[in-house]
């Protein structure tokens, strides 16, 4: 589990920490070089190409399009010949079926936005589909192997829409998988023993085996 930036206040982190589940800590491990600080880029685990991959975000007084790659031990960034427009609070997972990242909706100008695309390792392609929801960031996305599907679902922005969508699936069957949406401590020191003493909490972007949570 990999854990980039994030956001507390108006306070943003640059910071990469990744999550020993065997030993139960956090390890810092942040670079001398690497993406800047940001709130809200999107980030999930390729687990073909064992690489996480890093879109966008919002830094002081910008959005972002880059596209960053890490390997575990070092950033990369990448020069796809297309890329989604600039933005944040996008959702990003790992599409099995087609083998590539799929990234759907944003924050754009302070709008969502509702567009589709794909990153296989070198470009973005963006995908036709029909039956879009409206505009939306901060949602939920889930990829459902059972059913090579790519389920879009509950949208934030704009106000107003509580729905699930699911691409040409039955609406009797839910989906086996989930996003959380969690809250994580923030700003913490781990002490020598590796334990971790917490101060705020902040928005982050995790990625684990194909899967992204907004903390």
């Keep these: 589990t990999v854990l980039m930036g994030g956001r507390d206040g108006n306070l943003l982190f640059g910071d990469v920490w990744e999550y020993d589940a065997r030993r139960e800590r956090w390890r810092d491990r942040t670079t001398a070089s690497g993406p800047s600080v940001r709130g809200g880029p999107g980030l999930v685990y390729d687990p073909v190409r064992d690489r996480t991959v890093l879109f966008g975000g919002l830094t002081y007084g910008a959005f972002l399009n880059d596209t960053w790659e890490w390997d575990g031990r070092v950033w990369q960034q990448q020069s796809p010949g297309e890329s989604p427009s600039p933005r944040s609070n996008v959702v990003t997972l790992y599409d099995a079926s087609r083998g590539a990242v799929l990234l759907f909706g944003g924050r754009q100008d302070y709008a969502g936005v509702n567009d589709t695309w794909t990153y296989d ?13 409206e505009g939306r960031d901060s949602f939920a996305l889930a990829y459902s192997p059972e059913r090579v599907r790519r389920p879009r679902q509950r949208g934030d922005p704009p106000p107003g829409h509580l729905d699930l969508r699911e691409r040409d699936v039955d609406p009797a069957i839910s989906s086996e998988s989930a996003i959380l949406v969690r809250a994580l401590p923030s700003r913490s020191q781990p002490d020598h ?6 101060r705020g909490r902040r928005h982050v972007r995790l990625a684990a085996r194909g899967r992204r949570s907004r903390l």
Excluded: E, K, N, Y
């Design 193 to 198: 023993d590796g334990a971790r003493r917490v």
């Design 121 to 133: 390792g070198t470009t973005w392609t963006r995908i036709a589909v029909s039956g879009l929801p």
